[in-house]
């Protein structure tokens, strides 16, 4: 058996504040992570520091220029049980992706259809739990009650198997 780690963050940028105000939810990003201390997570945000406009697969390093400058990130980690296969399989698409990860955008236009409840998905396009949720359901780690598109940030914090491991300050989290 392996484990992997879901982040929910709020990261308290203008986006994540206008994220938590239409879901009225405090976590407004989420993540994944292949190790306890969660210092890579991989996710779907921006990729400039002071624009979120260019956003799409990102890695980001708990000590990195992001959290450097968003250093109150608030979070809670879940840790998952998961099969050696199903680890092997998470890990091979995200290393496809992390390959590839020019080719993927952040889904701009999908977050106005899926909050008028229309699930319209684009290739390469994703949110950061549209994201997360795709890879753990194309892994077999688990099966969400809606299309993948339409979960949420909230969604994580009820799944069967995830068990929360820390809540607080993402800088401080080991």
Known sequence: MKKIYVIQMHTKTIPSRFVSFFTMYKYSHVALSFTKDCEVTYS?????????LNGGFVIQYKDGE????F??????VYEVEITDEQYVSLYN???????????YKYDFVGIILRYLKLPVTFENRYV???FVAEMLEKSNICEFDKKTCFV????FEKM???NEIYTGKYTLYR
Do not use: A, H, W
């Open 71 to 76: 250093c109150d990130t608030k979070c809670r």
């Open 128 to 130: 950061c739990s549209y």
């Open 44 to 52: 779907f945000g921006r990729k400039n520091l002071y624009s979120f």
């Open 152 to 155: 949420k940030p909230k969604d």
């Open 93 to 103: 698409m995200i290393e496809d992706m992390k390959s590839r990860q020019d080719e």
């Open 66 to 69: 992001f959290f450097n400058k």
């Open 160 to 162: 069967v198997g995830f």
